[in-house]
Nanobody, 121 residues
Framework: QVQLVEAGGGLVQSGGSLRLSCAAS????????MGWYRQAPGKQRELVAA???????NYADSVKGRFTISRENAKNMVYLEMNNLKPEDTAVYYC???????????????WGQGTQVTVSS
């Protein structure tokens, strides 16, 4: 079984910064794309940023220039550096990854449990 565990959420003032991390653990053979999604109250979950194993990156327009996604393949980790945070960034942030487990034949998509990010005005 594979687990994704996020850390780094919290309460920050508008204009502040936070760094989220996500660690994948378990019977992992390989990890493909990794990403961060968020879900605000009453809204659908949306993509924030994603990164392929080779380093190709995609950002939501709302976070371009403020957020930076990165990963460490050797450690099975993905990060989200969030700068110039705004109240509208308030949401639960979820880690997501395509994981190829040992003994299986393909990638399977996994989600973390989520971490709360609250930005006060």
């Amino acid at each position: 079984q594979v687990q994704l565990v996020e850390a780094g959420g919290g309460l920050v003032q508008s204009g502040g910064s936070l760094r989220l991390s996500c660690a994948a653990s378990g019977s992992i053979f390989n990890i493909g794309a990794m990403g961060w999604y968020r879900q605000a109250p009453g809204k659908q979950r949306e993509l924030v940023a994603a990164i392929t194993r080779g380093g190709r990156i995609n950002y939501a327009d709302s976070v371009k220039g403020r957020f930076t996604i990165s990963r460490e393949n050797a450690k099975n980790m993905v990060y989200l550096e969030m700068n110039n945070l705004k109240p509208e960034d308030t949401a639960v942030y979820y880690c997501n990854a395509d994981v190829w487990e040992i003994g299986t034949m393909d990638y399977r998509n996994y989600w973390g449990q989520g971490t709360q990010v609250t930005v006060s005005s």
